[in-house]
């Protein structure tokens, strides 16, 4: 795996810049472009709505910002207020679980990206040195996503293509089984996914994997060998 990572680097040096996701260990941008379009989008975990260009050019005709930390989310709130286009971009402040009304504590991280309901673990603070916890920690209650769907009258199966994001470090499963066999409404789920320990107490892949092929869904982003150790995948309903 580390020679084929290796030998990535090095054809990123030398392929042109419109052609190097043909070489990529990732295959979600090819396969984004052939399954287009992909009209709902729900993205658990928004941050400041940076792929919503990204889904624009998919097709989107609607999409659902879903953030937990209150600062992030009146951010978010003036980026998609500043957006122009035929998409539809919702937002949604909540901290989404697997059951409702659950109190939780959020521990925010200095990039805001990172803020997460688990600790960085010491493999995390390795990889990335910058980023840390603040020590600021909110009381939260949980929400279900089928409860935020409701509210915002978002009925996947009435798209032509529906796609979840999840990117809520090491939270996602919990999410996953808040939504259940519903799960199943979504054609595709692009998830964050660790092979290593990143967030105390987070999933990791093998459990997510195993979740998604329970509920009938393929990994099609990544031959299994070159899922990233910290990374994001890119799932199918078959």
């Not at 609607?62 to 286009?85: F, H, M, N, Q």
């Not at 009938?216 to 150790?229: A, C, D, E, T």
Request: charged share 30%; proline share 4%; aromatic share 8%.
């Amino acid at each position: 795996m580390k020679i084929l990572k290796l030998a990535e680097k090095q054809l990123k040096r030398i392929v042109p810049r419109g052609a190097r996701k043909y070489f990529r260990a990732s295959r979600y941008e090819l396969k984004m472009e052939r399954l287009a379009p992909v009209d709902l989008v729900v993205h658990i975990g928004a941050h400041w709505a940076e792929e919503a260009e990204s889904y624009e050019k998919y097709g989107a005709e609607k999409v659902l910002w879903v953030e937990a930390d209150p600062i992030t989310y009146d951010k978010l709130c003036a980026v998609l207020a500043g957006r122009s286009g035929d998409t539809r971009h919702l937002a949604e402040k909540a901290l989404v679980s697997a059951v409702d009304g659950r109190d939780i504590v959020f521990r925010r991280f200095n990039n805001g990206a990172s803020s997460s309901v688990h600790a960085a673990t010491e493999t995390y603070k390795t990889r990335f040195p910058g980023s840390r916890e603040t020590g600021e920690q909110l009381e939260m209650k949980t929400r279900s996503l089928p409860d935020i769907l409701e509210t915002h009258k978002i009925d996947p199966t009435q798209a032509r293509r529906a796609m979840l994001v999840l990117d809520v470090q090491g939270h996602e499963l919990s999410v996953l089984q808040g939504l259940g066999d519903d799960l199943r409404q979504f054609a595709l789920c692009k998830c964050e996914v660790s092979r290593v320990p990143m967030y105390d107490g987070g999933a990791e892949f093998n459990q997510l994997d195993a979740h998604f092929r329970a509920q009938g869904f393929k990994l099609i982003s990544h031959l299994y060998p070159l899922v990233p150790r910290h990374g994001d995948v890119l799932y199918q309903r078959v």
